[in-house]
């Protein structure tokens, strides 16, 4: 599977974006799909994640309330739509999958695909 992530761009504090996940080359039938994110000088880190059949949903508590995870089975695409955005959400973004056990959803080792990335810049 090769997962493709769009969306970012600049934006001023309290705006939004849209971040798309999609994949090629398979689906995302099985699989937990997660947003991460690695501000410069920092570790990667978890955002959130969703399993594609069903109703699992996570969200780290920095994003909680202001970010959600979502899915088009049509599309075959997962999407972070980020809203209230500080410029402390500034980072790279990454999407990723993994059929782990959902308790371990933030260990980045257990993924097997990872998006290129996208930029996220939220200044005024």
């Known amino acids: 599977v090769q997962l493709q992530a769009s969306g970012g761009g600049r934006v001023q504090p309290g705006g939004s974006l849209r971040l798309a996940c999609a994949a090629s080359?398979?689906?995302?039938?099985?699989?937990?799909i997660t947003w991460f994110r690695q501000a410069p000088g920092n570790e990667r880190e978890f955002v959130a994640a969703?399993?594609?059949?069903?109703?699992?949903?996570r969200y780290a508590d920095s994003v909680k309330g202001r970010f959600t995870i979502s899915r088009d089975y049509t599309k075959n695409a997962v999407y972070l739509q980020m809203n209230s955005l500080k410029p402390e959400d500034t980072a790279v973004y990454y999407c990723?999958?993994?059929?782990?056990?959902?308790?371990?959803?933030?260990?980045?080792?257990?993924?097997?695909?990872w998006g290129q990335g996208t930029l996220v810049t939220v200044s005024s």
């Open positions: 969703k399993r594609w059949s069903g109703g699992n949903t």
């Open positions: 080359g398979g689906t995302f039938s099985g699989y937990i």
């Open positions: 990723a999958v993994t059929r782990t056990v959902w308790g371990n959803i933030g260990t980045i080792s257990a993924y097997y695909y």
